[in-house]
């Protein structure tokens, strides 16, 4: 298993009427999580898609516990608890600064090759980076 945190601060625009985090944004913070893993690990994103191998999202779930509002800064817990293959999930954990957990999901990502626009497996060198969390 691999697990990354990061924070974030929550935006004006990123909350409704009522002052909470639009349900909509967890996805967005989600992918900061997704993305700052992969940084962590040395990877990137654009070095992904510059190999030819984008990853678009298959499922995307989330439990909502309690509310975010406006500038709070946000932890957000990013697991890797399954070795990938041809698809990768994650699971999320957001927390406020009080150590609250305030949201849970998940998402579902398939590695595809963007040449021939069908799945494939994930790349070797970053499958290379994840060994030891994994064997």
């Known amino acids: 298993m691999y697990t990354f945190e990061t924070s974030v601060r929550v935006r004006y625009a990123e909350t409704d009427q009522m002052g909470y ?6 996805a967005a913070f989600y992918e900061v999580g997704r993305v700052e893993l992969f940084r962590s690990l040395g990877f990137s994103y654009k070095a992904l898609e510059d190999s030819g191998v984008m ?28 070795k990938p293959g041809i698809k990768i999930r994650f699971e999320y954990e957001l927390f406020n600064q009080r150590g609250e957990l305030l949201n849970t999901g998940s998402t579902t990502l398939v590695f595809v090759d963007m040449k021939r626009n069908k799945p494939c497996v994930a790349p070797s060198d970053f499958m290379e980076r994840l060994a030891a969390y994994f064997d």
Do not use: A, C, Q, W
Not at 57 to 82: A, C, G, M, Q, W
């Open 55 to 82: 990853m678009p999202v298959l499922e995307l779930h989330s439990r909502f516990l309690k509310p975010s509002r406006y500038d709070e800064e946000i932890t957000i817990r990013t697991h890797l608890k399954e």
């Open 21 to 26: 985090v639009y349900y909509g944004n967890y």
